[in-house]
């Protein structure tokens, strides 16, 4: 098991996403300490309903309050090993900070995401500056390993809580990076992919292995980590985008959304063209707003979803098209896309019909990107493990645990695409069924039980 | 537009809020901003012969994200030269005469007791204010608290102070004793005119856990100082209500301790002060706090119908008894207002584990989930996370119930709810008559 | 991991973290449901004749937003039969035979004290904690502060205590008094194994200003409580020092006053607690709450290098001095950091009108804005509203100079501050030697 | 003088705005005291330096906290007495909510403007049931009269500080109501007609006289005006909606902002068409803003604002046009309007160019708005008051006296069109030049002077 922490992964410094700002900072301890003595320490908090993780959340932010911030990162950690990077990619509006009380008396909530970015944060610098760890490895050793396929969250989180009670977790992934979508795909003025192999790497080191460059089905088979493992936890998340295949749309400047982004984040080599006047977004969920938005961001002067119904029907969060919006990206309703009309190999016009009346017409544009979902990982996946009519592979929704008994499985490619939140939850599901399964008390079970209970009645 | 003026002791006021002796009234040019301000008096930092302060010599309490809930010094009397001290306080009386200066003194032998004296009314002062309170530094050379935790010696030297001044003098009381009418009946005893109340009380502010110093640290080391501001105002309430329900207390009482605003400057003067003293909120906030004092108290007293502050003085001291004579028979329960609760389940643990376990988070008596009615006889049981009423989880499902059966009325839940008003105690209609412990032990003997 | 199991008169407890005699003790449900939050010990609600209690009976003080700075009670000793406290005290240890449990005991008689502490014992109990401070309801009967304030009889029962007792015996002390030490060697000398302290402060918690009573109201009366809670921790502290300093006092302190958090509780193991005991915070929030301190209190330890909770015990006392023994040439200046800064300006008004006018919106020392450097001497000018540096009038631009050539390092400032860390207080390189006032002394004297 | 407070100006209470909900309500008293108890008490607060009327913002939200909601009210009036529509119509954002010092603190600002709104809401709802008075009227009385031109929020702060001092204020207003453009023009969610009213009404009520359906140059003259009264103040605002007019836009279904605007507020007979499907709304201000967001609240269809620039350009304030897009209001860049095309009387499309192209292309419509500015009052004016080359009257800035000694202005007619709050200041400025000028020293100065300087050195 690779226990060498000094061989870190690392990626080039010199990418596109470095351009952007982290537009939710690192609070700075005065700013930590006053939102966090603003909590009123609800008594089971909706907050806490409100996280699929279930984390504590008054608890955390109580002791950022008391400067126990070794204790309030541990309280994240143990309901959710990727807490570090929810703390900043969670739709927080929509989980806990949209169940805060104070939004009942008209009154700004608490910002629990940043909290919870800077108790993580705080904690990881210490654990480097003094050297001690916040979850030193659990000496006693099980004879227990399971294989995880997909570097992703599910996979992450499922590993940590494997490694921590002395299962041996080895992690297939066939890219060259960890992290999955945290990786390649999170907005990086959210969060950048340094921060993602990080927060890997730190996983990795509680006794994780990482074997990358190793695709399942093709470089070994599903059957034969099912006979060499005690058990396989799937987590492969989605495929590459989804295309529409318009005529004309062979060729330079139509590109898929994840495909773009990931450009845009991993590639050092990429940049945008120098005449990129205008952008064509097809699509209405988050992924299109944020390709748009990056667009925008990154000096495109002229960037527009286009959505087939009008913008109560689109998928995307709401507070994503506002902030979309602040940066110019405009929305075009009602329309569907027909043909990329080229001039020689430049793309010169997008086709479009109107899908509230029987006009046609062309929008021009220089680059059309496609963000209509990720195709689902269907075919690489054993006909023993059972899809749904969605594509999304079938579990057990407590155990995480698929038709086959040794098979698991987490993230994107069980529920069709959510949050990594989402995801660590069920990596951290998973690992404690395999382990309760195998007789060992998860050590960081999240939750405080009752010690006992008993019923005396006076006799 | 009620009257705001008051007399003390034959000492007219334009308003009865006065600057307390403290840094406050430290020089001429301060006390003169302070009138600019509005209030309406000042007692002078205290003068006797002038010591050296240390660095540093402040400390506060902050609770919860808000700064100064408490506030104590280690700062002893004036370290400035008394000439200065007694120019300023003529020049200030000459510009001001309408407000009123008093003159804060302490110092040891009898002859300086006439010759400070002397010198304080030759400057114009209304009045003086014998420090027999300040519990550090000074008490080690035998004055201060050293005086005031003495009735005889406070006594005697209010007799001096008395024998030598022709303007009223008031005895400033320590609150470090066991009974606040011992120092009391001694200072009237003494002859004083006044008493003021309280002092500061002694403290540690707090530890510095990184050097493990006591604060305020002066290098590595420290000492007790004198806690003051809003979180001793019950301590200090108790003190001035003690003394005015007090027969033998027959002289007015000027109130101190943790006043912030007109609010609790009411609650004083309800309590039987006559005039006020403000320290610690004019150093957070500065002298511009008085506008709200009088403009609020103004406000109050027109919409309670009374033409003057004299007329709020000492209201509440009939309400103000010995627990031997309270209703036992009273009784309150609690009501949550279901539009108001946020959902934050606050009332609910405090009941839980700090009173009668009586709120609940599902409908019905309390017998219906938790075994049986008879609070801790009964069967224990597994204290689930809470299942709120609908099910929900929205903060707006999470109203918990009163089980009003078994509330007994403490009020614990109307104290910690975040909501002003949410909670509130409803008296349950008396069907027994009044009796109290008193009653029943009269009852019992004969 | 550091150790945080403390023994405390020969009684192990797992941690130092203790319920106090109050209401979350009141019962064995309760007290059980507080083990399993993770209480090292629990101080029994105290026992005594049964009596009967009051509604309502708990008042808080809120300040400036902030729910509970401080809190008070008229209730009394536990108005639940004897029989059911001992039953559920001898269930409690046979469910939890690694917690403490501590009986809290108050009855007059020397045959009643007898008889109480054998049952007390024959139930379980690891130990008597003697109640000498409840400061209302009970005193009128003769208990409670009544002993407190009155050494020898607090001598007398405590000796009575010991002959009746094979378990460790604390005595808990009433605040209200001169000094501490007079009760505190009283209860040495009558033998105890411990004493705890403090007991609640006599307090009036406020006047309710539409109806003119004073609360918590029993109907149109009210009595003073005990008060307790953050507001009284700097009053705790020092009691609990200036017996930990104190040689006389040779037997181990459980703190109580105010704690909340394990900060608070650190301050008393530094300043020689070797428990603390919490009620108020309890009430307030639920017992989870020392899940916090237990956490906090280790990696705090952990970081300062310290084994256990006892390595921390006591390492505040010797910073803990006279005033006459403080160092009147340590010197101190305020540093504001402008990055921080929001201009607020409180640091400035608090200067100029609560302290020595060193803090300025103008660059450059004191006397070339403000006349001359001596405060208070020279001519008073006016205070126009402040003329920020560069004349902006965003916050940003609000950043305040502090005049250090005339700053007297009070620290002010640095407590009024809303922004944690923006000032600072910055020693001064020394160049005199340390000299205390004693020092002076003893050379004016030879 | 009208003192009877029985003959209280009303309006229908059957207008279109009544459909808009209020989108910041009445505070509860929960509310407003958890923010007020926020606010730090700054001194020398950033907020009151932002304020135009230089309230003492500080001082009135402690008065809230402490209860004292009648001294509030009174700080407030004392330096504005249009305290009250100031609080809800001011742009907080901009102006003392943007200054709070919280925000540079990554903390959400103290919401002053809801603060100031329960103050004197409540306050005013106090002096009704309690029948005491908040500024008693001043019992000497002046032989001064002034006579103001226009009952808009500069007239009524005017005529209200002199009444309070005993000076004999005459209001002209041309048409039937008070309050000018609060009650003609600002967005119904956040202020309506009766509020203006009653606001108006509770001026008047101070001994201020209002003489309604008065024009001055045709029922009475400025020179008569000028020598019948010690001095006349002129509030007139702006005039009717500057226009395009473009061919073809003579006819139905082309509007002028504020006009339209007035019927939506104003006209009980007024209401939408139902098959208004399309709105297109010319212009980059705020009004244009406002009418846009306005006709989609109420429940057109398709609501585009059509600018000649970027967005970047646009005078509307950001929060606006966000505000606006939460409504499905879209902004079409670069394009200028060319002509009105009909299909027999009703309009069917706008013929617009690009601004940054050669293309020329027509946009269907139902209805054209044009918010491109007011008139100014030129010709109204005697030519002894000078105007400057943008048509504003120019006046002293600190008295707001012109150059004839006896003639006041203030407002729009002399800035060009800001806000409310600005109108209030001018108002105020030009009653206490006028009160000093003849010895009278204002009662409400709305600051607290030191009551004396001196100096002594000792001697």
Request: glycine share 10%.
């Amino acid at each position: 098991m690779n226990d060498d922490t000094s061989s870190k992964l690392t990626i080039s410094p010199d990418r596109l996403e470095k351009k952007f700002a982290d537009y939710k900072p690192l609070y700075t301890e005065s700013e930590a300490l006053i939102e966090a003595n603003r909590c009123l320490n609800c008594y089971d908090a909706p907050c806490i309903s409100a996280c699929p993780t279930g984390i504590d959340i008054p608890a955390f932010i109580k002791k950022i309050a008391t400067g126990n911030i070794i204790g309030s990162a541990k309280v994240i950690f143990e309901a959710n090993m990727l807490g570090y990077s929810t703390g900043r990619v969670c739709p927080v509006e929509d989980l806990c900070v949209g169940a805060c009380v104070y939004n009942d008396l008209n009154y700004s909530p608490i910002q629990i995401g940043r909290l919870q970015r800077y108790a993580t944060e705080k904690a990881l610098e210490k654990e480097v500056s003094t050297g001690k760890k916040l979850f030193p490895r659990n000496s006693r050793k099980s004879e227990k390993k399971v294989a995880l396929i997909g570097a992703g969250p599910a996979s992450l989180a499922c590993a940590a809580y494997l490694a921590l009670d002395g299962v041996e977790a080895v992690i297939f992934e066939k890219d060259g990076l960890p992290g999955g979508l945290n990786t390649m795909a999170v907005a990086p003025y959210k969060f950048q992919t340094e921060d993602s192999i990080n927060e890997a790497n730190w996983i990795l080191q509680h006794g994780v292995e990482l074997k990358t460059g190793i695709e399942i089905g093709k470089d070994i088979s599903l059957e034969q980590l099912i006979d060499e493992y005690d058990a396989v936890f799937i987590g492969i998340g989605l495929g590459t985008d989804s295309r529409l295949d318009l005529p004309g749309s062979d060729g330079p400047g139509v590109w898929g959304a994840t495909d773009l982004i990931r450009q845009i984040k991993n590639n050092p080599d990429f940049s945008l063209p120098e005449d990129l006047n205008t952008a064509l977004v097809i699509g209405g969920g988050n992924t299109a707003i944020d390709i748009s938005r990056e667009l925008a961001m990154l000096g495109a002067e002229d960037v527009r979803m286009l959505y087939r119904r009008s913008r109560k029907e689109m998928r995307g969060y709401d507070h994503e098209i506002v902030g979309a919006s602040h940066y110019g990206v405009r929305l075009v309703e009602n329309v569907t896309p027909l043909e990329v009309v080229r001039h020689g190999k430049k793309v010169k016009a997008l086709k479009v019909s109107s899908t509230i009346s029987d006009d046609t017409f062309e929008l021009p544009c220089d680059w059309v990107v496609e963000a209509v979902g990720q195709l689902k990982h269907v075919s690489d996946v054993s006909p023993e493990i059972e899809v749904d009519e969605m594509g999304r592979l079938i579990v057990d929704s407590e155990t995480r645990r698929t038709a086959h008994p040794k098979v698991y499985a987490g993230g994107d490619c069980i529920n069709g695409g959510k949050e990594v939140v989402n995801a660590a939850q069920d990596g951290r599901e998973a690992a404690f069924d395999m382990l309760k399964s195998w007789g060992i008390s998860p050590s960081l079970h999240g939750k405080k039980y009752f010690k006992s209970f008993f019923t005396y009645n006076g006799h | 537009m009620a009257d705001l003026s008051v007399n003390i002791c034959g000492i007219e006021s334009p308003n009865p809020f006065w600057l307390a002796s403290a840094p406050p009234t430290n020089t001429g040019e301060q006390v003169m901003r302070g009138f600019d301000a509005g209030w309406g008096g000042a007692v002078w930092k205290t003068l006797g012969e002038p010591i050296v302060n240390v660095d540093s010599r402040f400390g506060a309490v902050d609770y919860s994200g808000t700064k100064v809930i408490g506030f104590n010094n280690i700062e002893l009397i004036t370290d400035r030269p008394l000439d200065a001290n007694f120019k300023e306080i003529y020049e200030v009386k000459k510009q001001y005469p309408d407000n009123v200066v008093i003159v804060s003194l302490m110092v040891e032998s009898k002859e300086e007791w006439r010759e400070i004296i002397k010198r304080s009314e030759d400057a114009g002062a209304d009045g003086l204010e014998l420090n027999f309170g300040c519990p550090h530094g000074m008490c080690e050379r035998g004055m201060g608290s050293a005086v005031g935790e003495e009735p005889k010696v406070l006594q005697e030297i209010t007799s001096w102070a008395k024998e030598f001044s022709s303007v009223p003098v008031f005895v400033k009381l320590s609150p470090n004793v066991i009974d606040i009418r011992d120092p009391g009946i001694a200072a009237v005893k003494g002859g004083c005119d006044g008493i003021s109340l309280i002092n500061t009380i002694k403290s540690i502010i707090g530890v510095d856990l990184d050097t493990l110093v006591p604060k305020p640290s002066v290098g590595k080391e420290s000492t007790h100082g004198g806690y003051c501001g809003p979180a001793i105002k019950p301590i200090a309430l108790h003190m001035a209500a003690v003394l005015a329900k007090d027969p033998q207390i027959n002289v007015p009482i000027s109130g101190i301790g943790g006043i912030s605003n007109w609010q609790d400057a009411a609650e004083f003067l309800a309590l039987g002060a006559t005039t006020i003293q403000v320290c610690t909120a004019v150093m957070h906030y500065g002298y511009r706090i008085v506008d709200d004092m009088i403009d609020g108290l103004n406000n109050y007293l027109n919409e309670k119908g009374m033409r003057s502050t004299s007329e709020l003085t000492g209201q509440a001291i009939p309400g103000f008894v010995e627990w031997g004579e309270l209703d036992l028979n009273y009784d309150l329960i609690a009501k949550i207002d279901a539009d108001k609760c946020i959902g934050c389940g606050l009332c609910y643990v405090a009941c839980l584990d700090g009173a009668h376990q009586c709120i609940h988070t599902q409908k019905g008596p309390c017998h219906a989930w938790h075994g049986k009615p008879d609070h801790g006889f009964g069967p224990r049981t597994e204290v689930k996370p809470a299942v709120w009423h609908d099910g929900g989880d929205t903060a707006m499902s999470h109203v918990p119930f009163v089980d009003e059966e078994e509330c007994i009325g403490c009020n614990l839940c109307m104290l910690v709810c975040p909501v002003p008003d949410c909670i509130t105690m409803e008296e349950v209609s008396q069907t027994k008559v009044k009796e109290s412990w008193a009653d029943r032990v009269a009852k019992s003997r004969t």
